[in-house]
Structures are given as structure tokens and as C-alpha cells.
């Protein structure tokens, strides 16, 4: 397998019309911000070693990873188990500046930013509260990638949003089509490639790539907040299928 997702339930700091974690069943969406370790964690870890998986990822169904309350020690708890893996955290940045020192404790991150627009961020994300992007990467000490959400909303301002990130420093940005979006969105760039079945283009030196989950080739092992484990790339498919 590709990774292994660690994921979080509970309530979030952001409001996203389109996540994920609402389309999943309500058993594995537990609050789980403040259990240490998480359920589960044990067979997720024997899963894990026994595959050989070594990209490992925290990130939420309901939540934003950096609102879990215990992950520098399951951080530590997973390196001392588990040789040779890089650990990212996905999330929404708006606790990054706050947990910064947390943040670096990480291998790599990637921060969901739909636009630099406070408008078109609300209507994305459910506040008007846009990360300071720019303070963040210049006190990260790890990689940062960009992942943006793609509708009729912000598509059509894609050079500028990508020219941004370009100037701020980003090298990796991720656009993501909405899961079950059937509309494909024109991206006007020179590809020089594919991963997983997604094409990537180049932007100025910044890599893009449009990500597809319905066509992706990606797999993953899950461990769902209630110490279930799916193995399915598709979070829907995956938690309709986990076994605790």
C-alpha cells in the first residue's frame, strides 16, 4: 500500500459543504481529539509493519488533525514502533501558527486552501478566516504542499491562485476535483507527467497535480477513529468495509 491514513473525528474548526467525513457512517466518526492512544492503534501498527507501509498520514473525517490534543506523543509512540517512516499531517491550517512547534515535528504537511479570497474561502470552508499561508511557510522547518478543492467558484481564478502560491514559496500544489464531481475543470498547463493515474503539470516551477479520486490508482490502509481499519483508497468505500 501507498500510505496509511491515522484519522480523527469530533468537531472541527472549519465547515466545509463538501467533507468527506459527513458521507461516512456515524460509528466511525467518534470523538476521539482527546484519546490517547487512539483505538485501534496496536493492530494499525502490526498492520502497518507487517505491509511495509512507511508514508504515514494524520488527518480527520470530522476534524482537523492539529485539534487532536495528543500528537506529539503519538508521533513519538509511532516512530518507536514503527522503523523508517515520514509522517504528514493533512489539515486546514488554522491552528498551524498556534501548534507550530507541533507542526515541524512532522516530516511534510499539507494544508487544504481552496483560495486566498476571504470570500471564496467562506464559502469553501465556513469562515472568512484565511491561514496566514505566508508566516506559516516561513516558519516551517518541513516541505508544504497545497491542496485546493476545485469548483466553478475558484476554477476560473486558478492562474492567479497558483501564481500566489508560486510566490510564497509553495513547490507541490494539489488541485482535487470534489469526490462524486463529475464536471472536469480545464487546467492550462504544460503536463510533464502522471502519479497514480493523475496528471501533473508544471507551473513556473511549481508541480501540479490534478487529482481525481475516482480515477486514482492510490491505496491506503485506514484506522477510523473508533479503531476500525479499512483498506480502501476511498474513505466511503473504506469505512462501509472496516472492521474493528
Given amino acids: 500500500m501507498d500510505f496509511a491514513n491515522v ?7 472549519r465547515r466545509c459543504p463538501y ?11 467518534v470523538d ?11 493492530r494499525f501498527v502490526d498492520e502497518v509493519n507487517a505491509r511495509g507501509i512507511r508514508e504515514i498520514v494524520f488527518t480527520g473525517t470530522t476534524t482537523d488533525p492539529q485539534l487532536y490534543r495528543h500528537e506529539v506523543p503519538l508521533l513519538e509512540l509511532l516512530r518507536s514502533r514503527i522503523s523508517g517512516a515520514r509522517y504528514s499531517v493533512h489539515t486546514n491550517g488554522a491552528v498551524a501558527l498556534q501548534k507550530i512547534d507541533v507542526f515541524n515535528r512532522y516530516d511534510r504537511a499539507c494544508i487544504s486552501l481552496p483560495s486566498f ?16 499561508v505566508a508566516r506559516i511557510l516561513e516558519r516551517a ?52 507527467g502522471t502519479y497514480r493515474g493523475n496528471p501533473v503539470y508544471d507551473h513556473d516551477g511549481v508541480e501540479v497535480t490534478y487529482w481525481d479520486f475516482d480515477a486514482t490508482t492510490s ?10 481499519l479499512g483498506e480502501e483508497y476511498l474513505l466511503v468505500r473504506s469505512a462501509s468495509r472496516a472492521a474493528v
Avoid at 170 to 178: D, G, K, P, T
Wanted: with cysteine; glycine share 8%; proline share 7%.
Fill in 7 to 13: 484519522l480523527f473525528g469530533g468537531p472541527c474548526n
Fill in 19 to 29: 467533507c468527506i467525513g459527513e458521507l461516512l457512517p456515524d460509528r466511525v466518526n
Fill in 32 to 42: 476521539n481529539r482527546d484519546v490517547f492512544p487512539p483505538a485501534g492503534i496496536d
Fill in 117 to 132: 479570497d476571504p470570500e471564496i474561502y467562506a464559502r469553501h470552508m465556513g469562515s472568512r478566516q484565511v491561514p496566514d
Fill in 141 to 192: 522547518r518541513i516541505p508544504v504542499k497545497i491542496s485546493c478543492v476545485l469548483d466553478a467558484d475558484n476554477a476560473r481564478d486558478l492562474e492567479r491562485f497558483l501564481s500566489r502560491c508560486r510566490a510564497l514559496g509553495v513547490r507541490r500544489v494539489v488541485l482535487r476535483r470534489q469526490f462524486g464531481d463529475t464536471r472536469t475543470w480545464e487546467v492550462p498547463l504544460r503536463q510533464t
Fill in 219 to 228: 491505496t491506503s490502509l485506514n484506522l477510523f477513529a473508533d479503531g476500525s
